[in-house]
Antibody, heavy 122, light 108 residues
Framework: QLQLQESGPGLVKPSETLSLTCTVS??????????WGWIRQPPEKGLEWIGI???????YYNPSLQSRVTLSVDPSRNQVSLQLKSVTAGDTAVYYC??????????????WGLGSLVTVSS | EIVLTQSPGTLSLSPGERATLSCRAS???????LAWHQQKPGQAPRLLIY???SRATGIPDRFSASGSGTDFTLTISRLEPEDFAVYYC?????????FGLGTKLEVK
């Protein structure tokens, strides 16, 4: 059974960098069939796609966040990481790790983690 | 970016009834790359439908979906108690992938 477990600080100060790690169990991230990525949901708001990465390190980012986001992979630990720099209160959200199944010219989210609430506050 | 508008915002129905949820895109969804996800409180969201009409693994056949271009529909033929949740449509035909704001399906 595939499991995606998000981990990281629940509280980040404004202007600092938000860092989260997703540990994948029950499956390997080393697969050409999948990308791995992040989606977030601010309180009482909709879902926002952040970006995806494959085990080669190929990335696709949401243009609205591209200047502040970095995704990385560690195949040896079966982990995917998210860094979001210069955060503000607007980055307060539940951050979901997700698996994306590749299809011609795209990929769709077929498995979600439980999510991790990150609050930006001093 | 493509904006997805879901309607209604809230749908109040009883178990056994039929639910019809709508998702309208601001422009054509390329290759009908449209998915539906279900979210229940305290649980991870779950993929129901991909490619506008294909059920994901393990999804009961009371869930069906259709549509193309800009208009898409999710239908639940006979509501079970566990179906009351929030449903999101998502397009993955154009970057950035975007989601609708959701339809909350509640017990009447």
């Amino acid at each position: 059974q595939l499991q995606l477990q998000e981990s990281g600080p629940g509280l980040v100060k404004p202007s600092e960098t938000l860092s989260l790690t997703c540990t994948v169990s029950g499956g390997s991230i080393v697969s050409s069939a999948y990308y791995w990525g992040w989606i977030r949901q601010p309180p009482e708001k909709g879902l926002e796609w952040i970006g995806i990465i494959n085990y080669h390190g190929d990335t696709y980012y949401n243009p609205s966040l591209q200047s502040r986001v970095t995704l990385s992979v560690d195949p040896s630990r079966n982990q995917v990481s998210l860094q979001l720099k210069s955060v503000t209160a607007g980055d307060t959200a539940v951050y979901y790790c997700a698996r994306f199944k590749t299809v011609p010219s795209s990929s769709f989210c077929d498995y979600w983690g439980l999510g991790s609430l990150v609050t930006v506050s001093s | 970016e493509i904006v997805l508008t879901q309607s209604p915002g809230t749908l109040s129905l009883s178990p056994g009834e039929r639910a019809t949820l709508s998702c309208r895109a601001s422009q054509n969804v390329w290759s009908n790359y449209l998915a539906w996800h279900q979210q229940k409180p305290g649980q991870a969201p779950r993929l129901l439908i991909y490619g506008a009409s294909s059920r994901a693994t393990g999804i009961p056949d009371r869930f069906s979906a259709s549509g193309s271009g800009t208009d898409f529909t999710l239908t639940i033929s006979r509501l079970e108690p566990e179906d009351f949740a929030v449903y999101y449509c998502q397009q993955y035909g154009s970057s950035p992938y975007t989601f609708g704001l959701g339809t909350k399906l509640e017990v009447k």
